[in-house]
C-alpha cells in the first residue's frame, strides 16, 4: 500500500490511493467515519477531502491504513438508464471484443455499474463494471459532435454523455434520460458511488 497524505490549502487534503478500486472502496469509507470531513472528490487515483478542521495526527495515519473494503451493493439504490442500443460504433465494438453486437447488449445490461468519479462535463460519471469484459479503446479519430444521452464505452469505463460536445468514446447507444438538471436537487443524476443498471428498450 502506497497511500500518501498532501495538504492542500488550509481546509483540504488529498488522499493519493494505489488505484481506482481502492478510490471506490474508500469513498463511502471516509463519507461516514470521518465526521470533519465535509466532502469527498474521488478521482481516478485520488480523494480530495475538504475538511471542517484539520486533520489530527491520528486521523492521518488512520486514513493512511483504512482497509479499502469494496461497499455492498443495495439492490434498491439502483439507478436504472433505458437505452436503444443502436451506437454508431457498436458493430466495431463487438468485433473488438470478438463478440456478436447481442452479446456486447447482454454484457452491457447484465452488470451493475459504478460511479467511480465525474468530470469532462458537469453530469458526466466514468462508471466502473463488475468486469472488464467490454474493455475496449478509445476511437482513433475522436468526434467533432457526439449527442446528449449516447452511451459509451472507453478502455474500462462506461458513461453517458449529459450534453453534446467532442468526444472520442465507442458509441453503443443513446438514451433520453437527462443526465443534467439544474432544477434537480443534485442537478447531476450520477454521483460518485452510485450504481446504475442499463435496460435496453423495449
Known amino acids: 500500500m502506497t497511500r500518501r497524505l498532501i495538504d492542500y490549502g488550509e481546509s483540504a487534503v488529498l488522499l493519493e490511493a494505489d488505484d481506482l478500486a481502492e478510490v471506490v472502496a474508500l469513498r463511502p469509507i471516509i463519507t461516514e467515519e470521518f465526521t470533519q470531513v465535509i466532502e469527498v472528490v474521488p478521482g481516478a487515483r485520488t480523494l480530495l477531502l475538504r475538511l471542517r478542521r484539520p486533520l489530527a495526527e491520528t486521523d492521518r495515519r488512520r486514513l493512511l491504513a483504512l482497509p479499502a473494503v469494496p461497499p455492498e451493493l443495495d439492490e434498491q439504490e439502483l439507478t436504472e438508464i433505458e437505452v436503444d442500443y443502436s451506437g454508431a460504433d457498436l458493430a466495431e465494438v463487438a468485433g473488438l471484443l470478438d463478440l456478436s453486437p447481442d452479446e456486447v447488449v447482454a454484457a452491457h445490461t447484465g452488470q451493475v455499474w459504478t460511479v467511480a468519479f465525474c468530470g469532462f462535463a458537469p453530469g458526466f460519471g466514468y462508471l466502473i463494471g463488475e468486469n472488464d469484459r467490454l474493455r475496449v479503446p478509445r476511437r482513433s479519430n475522436p468526434r467533432t ?58
Request: glycine fraction near 16%; charge should be positive; aromatic fraction near 8%.
Open 145 to 202: 459532435a457526439v449527442p446528449a444521452g449516447a452511451v459509451g464505452l472507453a478502455d474500462a469505463f462506461s458513461g453517458v454523455y449529459p450534453r453534446q460536445g467532442p468526444g472520442g468514446w465507442q458509441l453503443i447507444g443513446q438514451t433520453d434520460r437527462p443526465l443534467w438538471d439544474l432544477d434537480a436537487d443534485p442537478p447531476a443524476l450520477l454521483q460518485p458511488g452510485g450504481r446504475v443498471r442499463f435496460r435496453a428498450a423495449r
